[in-house]
Each structure stands twice: as C-alpha cells, then as structure tokens.
C-alpha cells in the first residue's frame, strides 16, 4: 500500500536542461511536502517543500509544484548541473503534531550528464 | 560538526546475534526517528520518539526495541537477528519552528545479516 509514489525509478537529462521529478500520492490528508536528495553513502537532505496552501514554492533553481486534485507533485530544476546527481525522494506528512508521521516515496535517480 | 551522527557506519554479523545502533543528535531537536530503507529503497519508518517518550511505533518486530536515554539519543538494539533485518537503518531528528517539517537524516548504518 504505497502512499507516496514515484514512478520514475530513473531519470537522466542533459546538463543546463530541465529535469523534472514527479510525485503521486493517495492519501488526501497529507498537508506538506518535501522533497530530499540523497548522494550514496549519505543520508538523505532536505530541499525544499510546500504546503497544501500553496501551489507553487521556488528557492533557486529549484521549484516545487503542488495540484492538490490531482494528488501530485513535481520538482523542477533549472538549469541541471552534475551536481545535481543523485537520488529524490518525495515525503508527504498528515498534521502538525510530535507524531507526525512522514510517508517517503521510493525515490528516482537522476542523473544530469555532462 | 556532524548534526546527526550514527554508529556503527557497518555491521556484518551472523543470524541469531543481538546488536545495537547508536544514534546522537547536536541540534537541540525534540524528536527523533529510526528508518528502514529496504531492497525496494523505500524509506519506511520504525519509530519515533519526542523528549525520550514514544511516539510513533510502526509494525515492527518486538525484536526491535529502541531506547532513549535523553533527547539527543535514539539508540536501536535488535534481538536474534534475522536474514530479512538486511538494510539501511536511518536515524532522523526534526526540530522546532520555524523548520518544524523538516527531518536530519545521519548517514546511516548498513546492516548485512549472514
């Protein structure tokens, strides 16, 4: 029973283009996304996220979008980097509470090729 | 500085051993976690605790028993070792406003059950 899915195991897209990581959900009480990159032997980091108030929330090159009826979210970055190899993971939470509990997505492997 | 750190980084051990993951915080967090990152990557929680109470305990095995000697500790001791506990366990704490949402993850322990 997957709550948080990422269809995309892997992904690779050319340095200075768009690379666009998508994010479906099931549950309609999650409020708040996040997105998290995780190089290998690490673990993972937070990015960026966004409240089911918004539609929209950017930071750099990174912008996270938010349809709330289609029940997905995407992470765009603009312009992709080398750097910006590594493996995404979407998180979605329910409440605002000490047990809020963080429901993680299988993650996809990006890949940005010189 | 390492914000969360966790101990050991590996552990290869036989089936029916007990062993422990110690995992310490820096960051005054309240909350802290333990995940389970499976073959299927996906980053599934285990437990949580908020200023050494229990807060969130998943279907997991009561051979898995963590402990919370103060805030800035969430250690994980698994009894009679099985095959199936192969994984990467993660540890997680997540603070107060205003990034109340957001988790940091330690590097993670690498667990190989022969």
């Known amino acids: 029973d997957q709550q948080v899915k990422q269809n995309s195991p892997s992904l690779s897209v050319q340095e200075g283009r768009i690379s666009i990581l998508n994010c479906d959900y099931t549950?309609?009480?999650?409020?708040?996304f996040l997105w998290y990159k995780k190089y290998p032997a690490e673990g993972p980091t937070f990015l960026i996220s966004i409240s089911s108030i918004k539609d929209k929330n950017e930071d750099g090159r990174f912008t996270v979008f938010l349809n709330k009826s289609a029940k997905h979210l995407s992470l765009h970055i603009v312009p992709s980097q080398p750097g910006d190899s590594a493996v995404y993971f979407c998180?979605?939470?329910?409440?605002?509470?000490?047990?809020?509990?963080?429901?993680f997505g299988p993650g996809t492997r990006l890949s940005v090729l010189p | 500085d390492t914000a969360v750190s966790q101990t050991p980084k590996y552990l290869v051990t036989q089936m029916g051993n007990d062993k422990s993951i110690k995992c310490e915080q820096n960051l005054g967090h309240d909350t802290m976690y333990w995940y389970k990152q499976d073959s299927k990557k996906f980053l599934k929680i285990m437990f949580s605790y908020n200023n050494k109470e229990l807060i969130i305990n998943e279907t997991v095995p009561n051979r898995f028993s963590p402990k919370s000697p103060d805030k800035a500790h969430l250690n994980l001791h698994i009894n009679s070792l099985e095959l199936g506990d192969s994984a990467v366990y993660f540890c997680a704490s997540r603070g107060g406003y205003p990034a109340k949402n957001i988790q940091y993850f330690g590097a993670g322990t690498r667990l190989s059950v022969l």
């Open positions: 998180a979605a939470s329910a409440g605002d509470n000490y047990g809020q509990n963080f429901v």
């Open positions: 549950n309609s009480m999650f409020d708040y």
